[in-house]
């Protein structure tokens, strides 16, 4: 088939056409008199000629994309009301209960051969973790307020949700990881997370390291002395540490 050259924008236009579809210049329609006539068959040309010029196909494309953009906006808006949804955590204790003393546990537990294997419940972690995070508030609220950090123990896992608030409203930050002692070096590794409620796939939450590095230096202390340990295991609810 024949296309028209335009002389503008070198566009290709149908033959048919007089003016160019992209830019309006009038098209130079000689070379269509020129061109050797090739035969179509006149339903095609008519097929062709009404596509062009079929408006309820240009509105249904425009429709088309209305609705992709109305729904990119909904995914988009879903998203963020997950992101700023509560997870399921544990009420606030209303006053701070005396935690059981961990660090000490843990340092006898490097210290001391023949000490016994340490279990902890994940309440009792939580408890340790909010008496003794509130005594580091300055070091842990650079960016915004930290609240609290919540850990809940699942097999081989631990999933760890950090509330920090700005101006009275809370962030979640959730991440799921487990843990492996050897030779010395405490091996952490990421198995998903979640912002709010929306969950953050695991490949890209290696890279959020930054979101609980603040805690990271805060728990430093316990962090190394779990690495001195034989192994540390996640069960339900649990968390059993075993001295070397
Ligand atoms: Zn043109």
Known sequence: MIKLVCPECRRENEPERIYCHDCGARLD???????PQTEEDPNATHKRVKAM????RALMKKRFFDYSKLILAAVAVAAIVQMIRSPDLPEKPKAPMLPVQISLDLENATTT??????????EQINQYLGYSLKSKQTALSSYLNFE?????FEQDLCRLTVERSMSGFSVYTSTAFSMAVQDGTL???NRGGA???????????QYSGLLFSDLAVVVERERKSV???????FQPKLVVLTPR
């Open 29 to 35: 329609r000689s070379a269509l008199a020129k061109a």
């Open 53 to 56: 010029f079929d408006p309820g």
């Open 113 to 122: 051969p023949g000490s016994p294997q340490l279990r902890y419940s994940d």
């Open 148 to 152: 609290r950090a919540v850990v809940a």
């Open 187 to 189: 091996t952490v590794k």
């Open 195 to 205: 912002i709010g409620r929306m969950p953050v796939h695991p490949l890209l939450m």
């Open 227 to 233: 690495a001195k340990l034989a192994s540390v295991e």
